[in-house]
């Protein structure tokens, strides 16, 4: 069974910064391609982050390039989310996501692209 865990999110203050982490296990390879995707109350859900197999590409939603940095770890299974100068409309439910190993696909930043998910983690951010 594929399964993914988010963990770090919290409540902050505006300006603040927080790291979350999302565990994979279940997959048969480290080589997924992952993304980060947030979901606010009354909203759809939308794209944060993604990044490739090798970590050599990422690609960022508008409202968050130069604020927030993905990451991965193929040898600990994990992807990582540096988020800086938290903004309260950063304010949403976290989720990490990824796609089957071989999948082709359209568009990176689409949810419907993705196979896997994880449960989400809440982030607040005060003003």
Known sequence: QVHLVESGGGLVQAGDSLRLSC?????????????WFRQAPGKEREFVASISWTGSST????SVKGRFAISR?????TVDLRMNSLK???TAV?????ISNGKSFTSITSAY????????TQVTVAS
Do not use: F, H, I, R
């Not at 994979?24 to 993304?35: F, I, Q």
């Not at 770890?73 to 299974?77: G, H, P, S, W």
């Not at 976290?94 to 990824?98: D, V």
């Not at 692209?113 to 449960?119: A, H, K, L, P, V």
């Open 94 to 98: 976290y989720y990490c996501a990824a």
């Open 59 to 62: 690609y960022y939603a508008d």
């Open 113 to 120: 692209e993705y196979d896997y998910w994880g449960q989400g």
């Open 23 to 35: 565990a994979a296990s279940g997959l048969t390879s480290n080589t997924y391609v992952k993304g």
């Open 73 to 77: 770890d193929n040898a600990e299974n």
């Open 88 to 90: 309260p409309e950063d």
